[in-house]
């Protein structure tokens, strides 16, 4: 593909743009420490500059930054300028490359209740198992060995990747993608105690539901479990990382992004566009507000205001734990001076 031609088929508007005379064929993608002839990268900062006089690429994505510009210019390099030219890099990707696409039809070996609905090209893969009063919307992926469960509903145009499973009466909304092993809807880690009684905990039907609304990403082996009563959510364009656990009854806003390895406890509320980075774990029946971020490994036991950052165990504010942090380094040598001025101390005292 020649780059003319890449950038016209792109959904931007450059704010500048390279000599059209110095027009490369393409024919593919790589990070710019990587990339060779023919290939396409992109650079987010001034903080690269010594790297795009080093690299191989036929062409870049670059920020507004003319000094960068220049540089590319001078090696003969073609280039568009945009203010997230991570953004352009990824658009760029997807002409390049798409993921594999499950054939548009009902394999064999997969079973599909009469009783489900299943709307126009639907692909159903190899010993899937679609149950009763299932509603399947339209162009929906099935991979193979996908379990869907009694009343659960599939939006438009949603992935659902090898060997996940959605419980009975999960909905899950258009455009999402469940990667493989994730199970939704299954039921909450609910039990009562009983007094006086041989078995002590008495389990707690999980009558509730989980719902995802649209564009909603979940990774793999991600759960995401349904409540006794109400419901589990995921805000619109959450994406969700590998490995995470969402308790019964968690409400998470749109847009949020939770990492690997995030624990939630049942209940817990995340406002709009909060991040948790990987290994952070919430207590139960927590508020995080609006635009709330949380440091990897971090800790986070009482509910957080709009805008909060934090990090560590217990989770503090970021810049307050930075500087514990700091001091932490220090405290070998403040044990040394302590030790120092108890001895000069005691002497004192003795010589007294």
Same mark, same amino acid.
């Given at each position: 593909?020649?780059?003319?031609?890449?950038?016209?088929?792109?959904?931007?508007?450059?704010?500048?743009?390279?000599?059209?005379?110095?027009?490369?064929?393409?024919?593919?993608?790589?990070?710019?420490?990587?990339?060779?002839?023919?290939?396409?990268?992109?650079?987010?900062?001034?903080?690269?500059?010594?790297?795009?006089?080093?690299?191989?690429?036929?062409?870049?994505?670059?920020?507004?930054?003319?000094?960068?510009?220049?540089?590319?210019?001078?090696?003969?390099?073609?280039?568009?300028?945009?203010?997230?030219?991570?953004?352009?890099?990824?658009?760029?990707?997807?002409?390049?490359?798409?993921?594999?696409?499950?054939?548009?039809?009902?394999?064999?070996?997969?079973?599909?209740?009469?009783?489900?609905?299943?709307?126009?090209?639907?692909?159903?893969?190899?010993?899937?198992?679609?149950?009763?009063?299932?509603?399947?919307?339209?162009?929906?992926?099935?991979?193979?060995?996908?379990?869907?469960?009694?009343?659960?509903?599939?939006?438009?145009?949603?992935?659902?990747?090898?060997?996940?499973?959605?419980?009975?009466?999960?909905?899950?909304?258009?455009?999402?993608?469940?990667?493989?092993?994730?199970?939704?809807?299954?039921?909450?880690?609910?039990?009562?105690?009983?007094?006086?009684?041989?078995?002590?905990?008495?389990?707690?039907?999980?009558?509730? &539901?989980?719902?995802?609304?649209?564009?909603?990403?979940?990774?793999?082996?991600?759960?995401?479990?349904?409540?006794?009563?109400?419901?589990?959510?995921?805000?619109?364009?959450?994406?969700?990382?590998?490995?995470?656990?969402?308790?019964?009854?968690?409400?998470?806003?749109?847009?949020?992004?939770?990492?690997?390895?995030?624990?939630?406890?049942?209940?817990?509320?995340?406002?709009?566009?909060?991040?948790?980075?990987?290994?952070?774990?919430?207590?139960?029946?927590?508020?995080?507000?609006?635009?709330?971020?949380?440091?990897?490994?971090?800790?986070?036991?009482?509910?957080?205001?709009?805008?909060?950052?934090?990090?560590?165990?217990?989770?503090?504010?970021?810049?307050?734990?930075?500087?514990?942090?700091?001091?932490?380094?220090?405290?070998? &040598?403040?044990?040394?001076?302590?030790?120092?001025?108890? &001895?000069?101390?005691?002497?004192?005292?003795?010589?007294?």
């Amino acid at each position: 593909m020649k780059w003319s031609e890449l950038v016209e088929r792109l959904a931007l508007t450059p704010i500048a743009i390279s000599d059209p005379c110095v027009d490369p064929t393409l024919d593919g993608c790589a990070a710019l420490n990587q990339a060779g002839p023919g290939t396409l990268s992109f650079v987010e900062s001034a903080q690269r500059a010594g790297q795009i006089e080093t690299t191989q690429a036929s062409a870049l994505v670059l920020p507004p930054d003319t000094d960068l510009q220049a540089l590319a210019t001078a090696r003969g390099i073609a280039w568009f300028a945009i203010e997230h030219p991570r953004y352009g890099f990824a658009q760029a990707l997807a002409c390049f490359y798409q993921p594999w696409r499950l054939p548009l039809n009902c394999h064999p070996t997969a079973r599909v209740d009469a009783s489900a609905q299943l709307g126009t090209g639907v692909g159903v893969g190899a010993y899937a198992v679609i149950q009763a009063e299932v509603s399947i919307g339209n162009e929906v992926h099935i991979h193979p060995h996908v379990v869907i469960y009694p009343g659960a509903t599939i939006g438009d145009r949603t992935i659902l990747h090898a060997n996940c499973v959605i419980h009975e009466r999960t909905m899950i909304g258009a455009d999402c993608v469940i990667h493989s092993g994730a199970v939704i809807g299954a039921e909450g880690f609910g039990f009562v105690p009983v007094a006086d009684q041989a078995h002590r905990w008495h389990p707690m039907p999980q009558s509730g &539901q989980a719902i995802l609304e649209d564009q909603v990403v979940v990774g793999c082996n991600t759960t995401i479990d349904r409540p006794a009563v109400g419901e589990t959510r995921i805000g619109a364009g959450t994406k969700i990382d590998n490995l995470v656990q969402i308790g019964h009854g968690c409400q998470i806003g749109a847009d949020s992004l939770i990492c690997a390895q995030v624990g939630l406890a049942g209940a817990t509320k995340l406002g709009q566009q909060v991040i948790l980075a990987g290994q952070v774990g919430i207590s139960g029946q927590v508020t995080l507000g609006d635009r709330t971020t949380v440091a990897a490994q971090s800790g986070v036991h009482q509910s957080l205001a709009p805008d909060s950052k934090v990090a560590g165990y217990p989770a503090m504010d970021h810049r307050l734990w930075l500087r514990a942090m700091a001091a932490i380094k220090k405290l070998p &040598q403040l044990g040394q001076r302590v030790k120092g001025l108890e &001895q000069k101390i005691a002497q004192l005292f003795a010589s007294d």
